[in-house]
């Protein structure tokens, strides 16, 4: 009977292992593809600011 309880704790701990680093898994790719996009977005940004050629925008006051 002892047996059967240590078998059964140890697939419960194994199958809660495997969700966990799933979870785990699936984070990391989400903050991956989030980075990514604030990264094209901040490029995106910064191609507004720095117009190729011709004189850089001003800003109001003469500062």
Same mark, same amino acid.
């Given at each position: 009977?002892g047996v059967l309880?240590?078998?059964?704790?140890?697939?419960?701990?194994?199958?809660?292992?495997?969700?966990?680093?799933?979870?785990?898994? +699936?984070?990391?790719? +989400?903050d991956a593809r989030?980075?990514?996009?604030?990264?094209?977005?901040?490029? +995106?940004?910064?191609?507004?600011?720095? *117009?190729?050629?011709?004189? *850089?925008?001003?800003?109001?006051?003469?500062?």
């Open positions: 009977m309880i240590a078998v059964v704790a140890v697939v419960v701990v194994g199958i809660a292992l495997a969700w966990w680093w799933s979870g785990r898994a +699936r984070a990391v790719e +989400r989030t980075a990514a996009r604030r990264a094209e977005v901040d490029a +995106r940004i910064m191609n507004q600011y720095r *117009p190729s050629g011709g004189n *850089p925008p001003t800003t109001p006051g003469g500062v």
